[in-house]
């Protein structure tokens, strides 16, 4: 959306920015609207309404990678307990998506295959955004959950994790990892939590608010964030590492995010990602011995 009137400039106004902002989200939201309007390609939306009805939900936008819905999968079945994990699948790619939706239904998790995404190949963050918007609308808001909460499909419980427990034990409205622009906060949009209750009856909007800066979610700060003591929520520690020790940080590196492991897919040099990839595997086998063969066998 647009940002306040009073925080455009002389040089924005004399160039019509605020007039041509309001035209722009305007069109966006009509093309939004009607793909929000669309049903799912593929699942039982009625059954898991019923399903997730008070419980805690875990909605992982999966996008052109059934490696990472393999090992994330297992993974929070293992290390996330009492959950109900959903994967929504916004992929572009029709190979990728039914290997998601087959792996999916061999191991009985509730799975969504979303139309085609207007803004898939053209913004990712919009296409995102979008697909965690429908999610919102066709299935966590009539399913009423007791919470529920969005994560990437590359981000993985390495250790016995609770990611609820701050909305249940501090009575948070939400919780997640913080990014800040200017003065203005959102949740990032691959892990964010949030108290069904105290939110379900506020217009959430999972998009980007790209006028003011603000990536995949940052649409709710106007409904929500801006409402809520933002020293309130506890920031979890986040460390970047390199891939390999010989290489710098940028040419590739995972996240530590707490008691999660980030494998960043898509801020990786695109030669290096196979590589890459392997050294993730490895990661993810050595810290959980246990399940070292399942995530070998389903890579």
Known sequence: MPKRLAEYRWRDWSRLRPLLHALKTCRYRVRDERYLATEPVDSCLESLRDRIRDQRLLVVIAFNDSETIRWQSRLIQRNVRDVIYVVVDNSSDPVAASEIANYCREQEISHVRLESNPWTGRNPSRSHGLAMNWAWRHLVLPGRPGYFGFIDH???????????????????????????????????????????????????????????????????????????????????????????????????????????LHEVGLDVRPELRTAKRKVLLELLSAMNPLLHHQLRAVA
């Open 154 to 260: 590359d981000l993985f419980p390495i250790v016995p994790t609770e990611p609820f427990q701050p909305l249940m034990s501090e009575g948070l409205v939400c919780h997640g990892d913080l990014r800040q622009v200017g003065e203005r906060w959102f949740l990032w949009a691959g892990f964010c939590l949030f108290d069904y209750r105290r939110v379900c009856h506020l217009p959430l909007d999972f998009g980007l608010d790209w006028f003011a800066g603000l990536d995949t979610g940052g649409a709710n700060y106007e409904v929500l964030y801006r409402h809520i003591d933002r020293m309130s929520i506890s920031q979890r520690v986040i460390r970047q590492f390199p891939v390999w020790r010989d290489r710098p940080l940028r040419d590739a590196y995972f996240e530590w995010r707490g008691d999660w």
